[in-house]
Structures are given as structure tokens and as C-alpha cells.
């Protein structure tokens, strides 16, 4: 069964970039979609955007309102898909979640979330 | 981008209550429709998948309907472990989530 685990830092200065990295376990990664999505606190759910991995081919897709500061690349030696969102204010505060999308189906796994606080 | 509207945001429910969540897009997405639950604290769960498909594990009395803009969650008997919150999700473009539905006692 696969299973995903975010890692990062939890606290993040303003005007800094997030990194967060989510690691794959029990499965492969080829013909999904791997996406990053967050909830800040008491809020909804919002797609950050999300790769599609083939072989050796891939491609993203991003929100159109992040898309100038967000970065989602894949490791495949490591089973690992990362996000890099630049220039973060107090509105990027949220728990963050990585998820496998099935095609057709919908993001049928995801991680247990990690919340990221962006505070000086 | 295709928006997504859900409706009520807050639903007062009780034990054995029959209930039901609306969600509408803003333009056509056939089929390309998915439902999840959220507790506190814990990530989303998949009910539903193309607006009426019942993930394995999922209780029948969690039924999904709809196609083009107009999407429904029932739940048919509404249980103890189903007071949540409730999300639409259309992945025909992009992946666009509803504002969520709070089923609550």
C-alpha cells in the first residue's frame, strides 16, 4: 500500500522560500499524479499544482495564483517529489499536503499533512 | 479556471438524518468529480470518484450523483462517524476544491 510523508521546516521567514520535499513508500511513481495542496488553518482546501511522471517523461501543472512562485520537481532515485514556493508572506501560512492522484479517480492517498508557519 | 460552489456551508444534522451536499462548477466537467471527508486534524479521505463511483471501504450509505455542473453527495443515514466536513473536487482542469460543507450535530 502506498503510503507519502511531507518533510520540511516548520517555520519559514517572510519573503523566504519553502521547501518541502514528500517521499513515495510501497509503490512506484510512473502514471500518476503527484500534487501539493494546503489548508490554511480553518480554511478550505486549495490545489497547489501537481506533476504527471511516465518513464522517463513529466509534466506540471500549476495554479494560475502561484504559479510565478511555485516550483514542483521529482527525484525518482530518491521516490520523491518536492516544493519550492518563493517569496512566502503570512498568507502562505497553511498545513501543507502531498497526494497521489489516480488517473480518473481522484487523490486517492495523501500525507498526513505538515503545517508550515511563516513568521519572523 | 473552473470554479467550484458547495452548498450549505454549514449543515445542522442529526443521528439517521438523511442528508445532502450540492456542488456546482462553473462550467461543464462530464463526470470528472470527487468527494472527500475531513476531520480535524487529518488529511482528506476519498468517498467518491467520477460523481458516483463508492471507493472500496466506504460505507453504501454514501451515494454520489450528477454530471455537467451539478454534482450531489447523500449520505442516507447519516451516522456518528459522519459529522466532518465535506469537500467537492473537479479534476477535468487543473484541480479545483469546493469551500467545503461542515455536517454538523
Known amino acids: 500500500q502506498v503510503q507519502l510523508q511531507e518533510s520540511g521546516p516548520g517555520l519559514v521567514k517572510p519573503s523566504e522560500t519553502l521547501s518541502l520535499s514528500c517521499t513515495v513508500s510501497?509503490?512506484?511513481?510512473?502514471?500518476?499524479?503527484w500534487g501539493w495542496m494546503r489548508q490554511p488553518p480553518g480554511k478550505g482546501l486549495e490545489c497547489i499544482g501537481y506533476?504527471?511522471?511516465?518513464?522517463?517523461?513529466?509534466?506540471?501543472?500549476?495554479n494560475p495564483s502561484l504559479k510565478s512562485r511555485v516550483t514542483i520537481s521529482l527525484d525518482t532515485s530518491k521516490n520523491q517529489f518536492s516544493l519550492r514556493l518563493t517569496s512566502v508572506t503570512a498568507a502562505d501560512t497553511a498545513v501543507y499536503y502531498c497526494?497521489?492522484?489516480?488517473f480518473g479517480v481522484g487523490l486517492d492517498t495523501w500525507g498526513q499533512g505538515t503545517l508550515v508557519t511563516v513568521s519572523s | 479556471d473552473i470554479q467550484m460552489t458547495q452548498s450549505p456551508s454549514t449543515l445542522p444534522a442529526s443521528v439517521e438524518d438523511r442528508v445532502t451536499i450540492t456542488c456546482r462548477a462553473s462550467?461543464?466537467?462530464?463526470?470528472?468529480l470527487a468527494w472527500y471527508q475531513q476531520k480535524p486534524g487529518k488529511a482528506p479521505k476519498l468517498l467518491i470518484s467520477?460523481?458516483?463511483s463508492l471507493q472500496s471501504g466506504v460505507p453504501s450509505r454514501f451515494s454520489g450523483s450528477g454530471s455537467g455542473t451539478e454534482f450531489t453527495l447523500t449520505i442516507s443515514s447519516l451516522q456518528p462517524d459522519d459529522f466532518a466536513t465535506y469537500y467537492c473536487?473537479?479534476?477535468?482542469?487543473?484541480?479545483?476544491f469546493g469551500q467545503g460543507t461542515k455536517v454538523e450535530i
Open positions: 462550467q461543464s466537467i462530464n463526470s470528472w
Open positions: 510501497g509503490g512506484s511513481m510512473s502514471g500518476y499524479h
Open positions: 497526494g497521489r492522484h489516480e
Open positions: 506533476l504527471y511522471y511516465a518513464g522517463n517523461t513529466g509534466s506540471t501543472v500549476y
Open positions: 467520477k460523481a458516483s
Open positions: 473536487q473537479q479534476y477535468s482542469t487543473l484541480w479545483t
